[in-house]
T-cell receptor, first 111, second 111 residues
Framework: KQEVTQIPAALSVPEGENLVLNCSFT??????LQWFRQDPGKGLTSLLL?????REQTSGRLNASLDKSSGRSTLYIAASQPGDSATYLC??????????FGGGTRLMVKP | DVKVTQSSRYLVKRTGEKVFLECVQD?????MFWYRQDPGLGLRLIYF???????EKGDIPEGYSVSREKKERFSLILESASTNQTSMYLC??????????FGPGTRLTVL
């Protein structure tokens, strides 16, 4: 059964810093990997989706990488802003439909 | 823009009541999902549906049932609500193998 781990569970950085969030998984036979953002009390917003055959995806200040051989993905956030404060979740899709979520990293960007 | 809506943002029910949570999506997605999210336990899949009148159990289906009579609507039913079903409930929809789009969530309290 797929297990997904996100470390650290919480992170606090000053505004403007570049940062990396980590996601590790146990089963590399994945269909795709997704990164989501969740604001307190709200639903999830999709940030990036990396297909199994891809190594990375970029959207604005966000870059996600995927290394299946080591069972790892990273989400890189450049020039962080207070508005980036949220919980970031990675999720693995093993069979085309269902997702297995990590526990999330709660990010606080201080002005 | 994909839109997933949920019938209530907040709901308070009493133990033993029958509870209906409704989810509607407007993008003709074949897949729809119900999750619950609890502190320390993360997001867990309750049920998923890949077509009208089709459903599959997720990780924690006990105490829940679902209904999908129309493609755009997926209902989660708590036959007899219990206090341990107090949680945040999130609905999502997707095309096969594509990103999941989430609704805003329903925070259910069972007294």
């Amino acid at each position: 059964k797929q297990e997904v781990t996100q470390i650290p569970a919480a992170l606090s950085v000053p505004e403007g810093e570049n940062l990396v969030l980590n996601c590790s998984f146990t089963d590399s036979a994945i269909y795709n990997l997704q990164w989501f953002r969740q604001d307190p009390g709200k639903g999830l917003t999709s940030l990036l989706l990396i297909q199994s055959s891809q190594r990375e995806q970029t959207s604005g200040r966000l870059n996600a990488s995927l290394d299946k051989s080591s069972g790892r993905s990273t989400l890189y956030i450049a020039a962080s802003q207070p508005g980036d404060s949220a919980t970031y979740l990675c999720a693995l899709n093993n069979a085309g439909n269902m997702l297995t979520f990590g526990g999330g990293t709660r990010l606080m960007v201080k002005p | 823009d994909v839109k997933v809506t949920q019938s209530s943002r907040y709901l308070v029910k009493r133990t033993g009541e029958k509870v209906f949570l409704e989810c509607v999506q407007d993008m003709d997605h074949e897949n729809m999902f119900w999750y619950r999210q609890d502190p320390g336990l993360g997001l867990r899949l309750i049920y998923f549906s890949y077509d009208v009148k089709m459903k599959e159990k997720g990780d924690i289906p006990e105490g829940y049932s679902v209904s999908r009579e129309k493609k755009e609507r997926f209902s989660l039913i708590l036959e007899s609500a219990s206090t341990n079903q107090t949680s945040m409930y999130l609905c999502a929809s997707s095309l096969f193998g594509d990103t999941q789009y989430f609704g805003p969530g329903t925070r259910l309290t069972v007294l």
